[in-house]
């Protein structure tokens, strides 16, 4: 977690991925990095697609493209978050993410 840049990891499981904005995700019953990085997905998608001020999200978008090696955008986030940030779907977001986040897969429905 340390490629991720995350700020830390509290007594509670939870990756603390940007303290400033109280972005964070709980690794609790993740078995696996596999399972962590799909969390992570979805506890940033939201934020960075629709929920925090510009210059938050731009700045925690660089560091999940520079760390998922991935051109995704804004919109981009918002639109996964919309289709796939349900804990019910974490095996559908570990695949998304090694297909390499076909966003173009998606429903392209208006959010």
Do not use: W
């Not at 709980?26 to 001020?53: A, Y």
């Not at 090696?69 to 981009?76: G, I, K």
Request: proline fraction near 3%; include cysteine.
């Amino acid at each position: 977690m340390q490629e991720f840049k995350c700020d830390f990891i509290n007594r509670f499981c939870e990756i603390i991925i940007d303290e400033p904005t109280n972005t964070y995700v709980s690794i609790n019953e993740c078995k696996s990095i596999e399972d962590v990085k799909g969390r992570i997905l979805m506890s940033m998608c939201r934020p960075i697609g629709k929920g925090l001020e510009l210059s938050h999200a731009n700045r925690l978008l660089e560091r999940f493209n520079t760390y998922f090696n991935s051109e995704l955008t804004r919109e981009d986030m918002r639109k996964i978050y919309t289709e796939l940030c349900y804990s019910s779907k974490l095996e559908e977001n570990k695949d998304f993410i090694k297909r390499g986040f076909p966003v173009h897969e998606l429903k392209d429905d208006e959010y």
